[in-house]
């Protein structure tokens, strides 16, 4: 094998590795630009249940293409993206919505950060003020001789 | 004393993390249990020409319904513990054979031995997608009512089985 072939040659798996994922899952045209969004959007807030930490639109495990033709099919009989949703944490919870709502469930993961924030806020305040007042403390006149005989008694010492 | 209050802070932090490191991420709570059994109607694996629904799954008071493939290699983990079970004879055994194809499952049972009293054939998964499943093997434990009480997410073991299991199948026929 001549060294340029061998060198295009894997210049070309090169390049089947890197469109490998856009191939991988097929793109779907609707013929209703409106209904081409919504599918888009579902599968993209939608979570992969077995890829924990994908989209549909990105998940290429066996499920994800199963729950995607789902999705497909309910998009173009005309449901609405609430549908969907519905249909789809009707079997397997608020899981996998990645926008969860907001219901007594969740309301740690909603406002949870923003409890900490809170709470760190006001323990860094009681913290700096405690210190700025410790600072604003003034000496007593018997504290204030004291200090004064022994800075000089310092210089005595070290003249 | 003021210095270690960061360190018990720093240990409560600890604690919690380490918990979470105990919690399995794919054991995701399922929203049908409590619900009753859902609506299927499908052939059985070992012969086309019968139709059964989930009617057959509380017939003969509690049962339990496990999704499997032949595909699956955890399925084939739990098969011994799903043929001691069933030997023991304390609850029917119901399988949903999920995304397989019909002449490789049943060499598949041939092979290792069959525990269930009657397979559900679901190639396309459609069974599969309404009972939410998404990881193989889940079984259900379905009461005598038809209603889903618990779902077992990956394979049951011996552990699972006595002290899981059996507890709440003796709660559910003293509810009878």
């Known amino acids: 094998m001549k060294p340029s072939y061998s060198c295009a040659l894997s210049i070309v798996l090169f390049a089947c590795v890197l469109s490998w994922p856009a191939w991988a899952i097929q793109p779907r045209d609707f013929s209703d630009p409106q209904q081409q969004a919504r599918y888009q959007q579902l599968i993209a807030e939608l979570r992969c249940l077995v890829c924990q930490n994908e989209s549909l639109a990105e998940s290429q495990a066996d499920l994800a293409e199963d729950l995607r033709n789902e999705i497909d099919v309910l998009v173009r009989a005309g449901r609405s993206e609430q549908d969907i949703k519905t249909y789809l944490t009707d079997r397997y919870g608020d899981f996998v919505l990645y926008n969860p709502p907001v219901k007594v469930s969740t309301y740690l993961l909603w406002f949870g950060p923003f409890a900490l924030m809170v709470g760190g806020l006001i323990f860094l305040i009681i913290l700096l003020r405690g210190r700025s007042r410790r600072v604003a403390v003034a000496l007593t006149t018997e504290e204030q001789q004291r200090l004064k005989t022994l800075l000089q008694n310092d210089r005595s010492d070290h003249p | ?176």
């Open chain 2, 1 to 176: 004393m003021r210095a270690i209050i960061p360190l018990f802070l720093f240990a409560g932090l600890l604690a919690l993390l380490y918990s979470g490191l105990a919690l399995n991420p794919r054991e995701i709570p399922s929203p049908l249990v409590g619900k009753p059994a859902v609506a299927f109607i499908a052939e059985l694996l070992s012969d086309p020409s019968q139709r059964i629904d989930q009617r057959l799954l509380s017939a003969k008071g509690p049962s339990l319904f496990n999704v499997w493939a032949s595909w699956c290699a955890a399925c084939l983990e739990e098969h011994g513990q799903l043929l001691a079970l069933a030997r023991r004879g304390v609850i029917p055994i119901y399988g949903l054979n999920y995304k397989d194809e019909r002449s490789t499952a049943q060499r598949w049972l041939a092979r290792l031995g069959d525990p269930y009293a009657a397979t559900v054939f679901d190639p396309n998964g459609r069974v599969g997608l309404d009972w939410g499943v998404y990881g193989v093997p889940e079984t259900f434990l379905i009461d005598q009512r038809g209603i889903i009480r618990h779902k077992y997410i990956g394979p049951l073991t011996p552990e699972l089985v006595e002290k899981d299991l059996l507890p709440r199948l003796a709660k559910l026929r003293a509810e009878q």
